[in-house]
């Protein structure tokens, strides 16, 4: 179920809110204890300062290719794959959009070889160095083998059903970054992270975590994925989702670099659909999305791909 409107759009407390068109993070209130500099009054003035609009797109803040990703997690059967990948092939996909899609490890073979190219294949998760003996894990090199061209980390039911810490996740983005596999680096709080104000610290521990571990930000999407809008149906407003990814762009500016920020994907997850992605493709930080539920299905899948158009104009 899209859910856009304020009342609907997901945890708040009310005490938490500054202004109507705020979305719960207390510590992006424009009041005398955050005008001092930091980033958070940083992130909170840029998204009040509506940006010059550009010639064709009005809608990117970044520089990258709008980045699409479709997890199926654990889910499927030979035939049910069969028919979403035929679906996929029939689907008439934007061409500036770069999609990917992630199926479970033993379907991943009959996707690579059925599937056409326009879509490149991710894996839900690798092992944190070479293969050996690891009982029940698959390595990079096989993932590569296979013909996999990214790899999932950091997923938020890795972390909080499996148990992966912000460590462990790191060390596993730079053996797949080093080995060559594209890296979408999963962040996002917990709902009672939101509610007590914490979001930027999680999203910036976790991003930390990344950026002391990877050797370079080239092949990293992130994907912010808040915990509560993960498989429920209560999808992050349109501001909830642009002021995190604001602050997240900003994070890698003032830690990392002004190019990674800049040419770095920031996609949005949890509970994206047909009905609510073209809201939040038009947001200008968000560069497009890792899509669960909606990605079992082609057509949907297609329509979220190409929500891309929302963020042209003419000239
Ligand atoms: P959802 O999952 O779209 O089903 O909420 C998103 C994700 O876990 O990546």
Redesign the pocket.
Known sequence: MAMLSTSLSGPKSANSYCAPEFSGLRRLCPNSNNVNGNSHSQSFLRFCSPRKPLKSVVAMAGTGTFFVGG?W?CNGTKESITKLVSDLNSAKLESDVDVVVAPPFVYIDQVKSSLNGRIEIAAQNSWVSKGGAFTGEISVEQLKDIGCKWV?LG???RRHVIGEDNQFIGKKAAYALGQGLGVIA?IGELLEEREAGKTFDVCYQQLKAFADAVPSWDNIVI?Y?PVW????GVVATPVQAQEVHVAVRDWLKNNVSAEVASKTRIIY?????GGNCAELAKQEDIDGF??????LKGPEFATIVNSVTTKKVAA
């Open positions: 997890n997690k999932i997923h938020s039911e999963c994907a994925e809008a993960i498989g429920t997850g949890g509970s994206v659909n890792l899509v669960g539920g909606a990605s």
